[in-house]
């Protein structure tokens, strides 16, 4: 079955750096583009990345562009999203996220994992 | 900007049915929508697909007691049969080829 598994998380004091890691199986990761989505405390779902099937394209949200990589080894199953330059508004459990490939260029995610929390703290 | 609008809260009783909404902004109508449902502590699971002519497609293994539909801008997620693991937060997404994926703002959804 498909299975994501996030991990990195922790408390990390502001401007310090962070690197998330989700581990998949159950589907042809290679054959998938995949993001990272945030949820700050007590609060809604916020879209952070987007990663194509081979990685040559990415995309960031506002928020977080010129401060977070994601970045993909297809080899290894594993998706990452490098948090640099960290700020305590970047608190949140993180999550990865499978997108359906179907005929559309852009879809929905089918499958979530079950996130890893981020706290910058000082 | 493609805005997606939820209530911020629901409510119903035990066995009952309730009837979620997201609304489109302006000039966003044809749009699909996807339901997501997230229980307390627990990471997102995808619900259903929801296109515009009101057609759903249902994520793997989501028990027939969840629909949707729709009607112009909004798109709907009913939930029959209520049970006490529907409670949960309820959030809808949609996509676009011009802007990033957006998410409505989540209805908690309380079962009585």
């Known amino acids: 079955q498909v299975q994501l598994v996030e991990s990195g998380g922790g408390v990390v004091q502001p401007g310090r750096s962070l690197r998330l890691s989700c581990a998949v199986s159950?589907?042809?990761?290679?054959?998938?583009?995949m993001h990272w989505v945030r949820q700050a405390p007590g609060k809604g779902l916020e879209w952070v990345a987007v990663v194509t099937y081979d990685g040559s394209k990415k995309s960031y949200a506002d928020s977080v562009k010129g401060r977070f990589t994601i970045s993909r080894d297809n080899y290894k199953n594993m998706l990452y999203l490098q948090l640099n330059s960290l700020r305590p508004e970047d608190t949140a459990m993180y999550y990865c996220a499978r997108e359906y490939s179907g005929t559309h260029p852009r879809d929905f995610f089918d499958y979530w994992g079950q996130g890893t929390l981020v706290t910058v703290s000082s | 900007q493609l805005v997606l609008t939820q209530s911020p809260s629901a409510s119903a009783s035990l066995g009952a049915s309730v009837k979620l909404t997201c609304s489109l902004s302006s000039g966003h109508s044809a749009y699909a929508i996807a339901w997501h449902q997230q229980q307390p502590e627990k990471g997102p699971r995808f619900l259903m697909k929801v296109r515009s002519d009101g057609s759903h497609d249902k994520g793997d293994g989501i028990p027939d007691r969840f629909s949707g539909s729709s009607s112009g801008a909004e798109r709907y997620l009913t939930i029959s049969s209520l049970q006490p693991e529907d409670e949960a937060d309820y959030y809808c997404q949609t996509w676009g080829a011009d802007f990033p994926w957006v998410f409505g703002g989540g209805t908690k959804l309380t079962v009585l």
């Open positions: 159950g589907f042809t990761f290679s054959s998938y583009d």
